[in-house]
């Protein structure tokens, strides 16, 4: 079978791949074209793509009969890909839970902690050698041990947040989820979102991305969130409504925000940048060779899959 595989991938994923099928490896790092959407389609058995890779509607509407049968995503998060489209036009789509879920949990907690402790504004200032030495109020931040944390989204990712928050730090956890949630930890499950952020003194969002969650966080969250409290998002860029969370830190509704998505990633708005109590990440979430590593693996696994003609392992 001739396989696409969309960016450079970990050499080991590489070597799996090339042995199992007939690759194209694309060197680029940066997202398929719109001809290049179309051409994977039609020129390929099957596709390993990810995130950037807009897989939409109209891509498919322009292919109908897409030589290409799985399109095996490297990542867990899917919403640049039109599952309801895909499947019309006979396209199966695979991602790679788990093999994600503690290193983005681990990435949470980075931005919970460089948040609440300032540690990037801090870091700056010893760079720019401003920095006059340490007394006892100097750049006082908040003291996350003990406090509540606030989890939008309560799947595999953000039951890992909360139980390094709770068992690491000592929080109390509250949360919001569309179905009720039992965990093996102690937690309170809240109606809604704006309870939630009203409760917390770190807000974290874990849901999903896609058409379902774009914007689920907006102005009411922000309005509802006590001033001193953080906001961290690890989820996907488009579930926050960036322009609410800036007139929101702008206006003193929250004390600060660690982000590791954006709204129209790449590109970062001047305003958050300018803030010194905003934390930012260029999507450093899974940036891990071994979690890559695994993340690639699982993927491949699906695509080895489908070529014998199995079950796939992680279709959505």
């Known amino acids: ?14 070597d799996v791949a090339v042995a199992k099928f007939d690759v194209t490896a694309r060197p680029e790092t940066t997202p398929l074209s719109d001809e290049e959407l179309r051409a994977a389609l039609t020129d390929y058995d099957v596709v390993l793509p990810t995130l ?45 839970p788990g093999a994600v879920t503690d290193a983005t949990a681990d990435t949470a907690m980075t931005l919970i902690l460089m948040t609440a402790r300032r540690a990037g504004e801090g ?68 109606d809604r979102m704006e309870e939630v952020a009203a409760a917390a003194d770190v807000l974290v969002v874990a849901v999903p991305g896609g058409a379902e969650t774009h914007h689920l966080i907006g102005t009411s969250v922000f309005a509802a969130m006590q001033p ?17 969370l800036i007139a929101g ?29 905003v934390t930012l990440l260029p999507h450093l979430g899974t ?7 695994a993340m690639g693996m699982m993927a491949v696994d699906n695509l080895i899959a489908f070529a014998e003609g199995r079950g796939l392992p992680n279709q959505v």
């Open 1 to 14: 079978m001739k396989l696409l595989i969309t960016r450079p991938l970990p050499a080991p994923v590489m």
């Open 52 to 96: 950037g890779d807009l897989f939409s509607a109209q891509v498919f509407g322009d292919v109908p009969t897409p030589r290409a049968k799985l399109l095996a995503n490297f990542g867990v998060g899917y919403n640049h890909i039109d599952v309801a489209a895909a499947r019309a036009a006979g396209v199966a789509v695979t991602n790679t």
């Open 287 to 293: 940036a891990a060779l071994e979690v890559r590593t």
């Open 123 to 190: 870091e700056r200032m010893v760079r720019a050698g401003t920095w006059k030495g340490w007394h006892p109020t100097q750049m006082l931040g908040l003291h996350v041990s003990g406090k509540t944390l606030g989890v939008i989204g309560m799947g595999r990712i953000g039951q890992a947040i909360a139980h390094r928050c709770h068992y690491g730090f000592g929080m109390d956890v509250v949360f919001q989820n569309r179905s009720t949630k039992a965990l093996e930890m102690p937690a309170r499950q809240l």
């Open 228 to 244: 001193h409290a953080i906001f961290v998002n690890i989820a996907r860029g488009d579930v926050v409504d960036e322009a609410s």
């Open 249 to 277: 830190l702008q206006q003193g509704q929250l004390a600060g925000a660690g982000l590791d998505v954006y709204e129209f990633e790449p590109h970062v708005p001047d305003a958050l940048k300018e803030m010194e109590n």
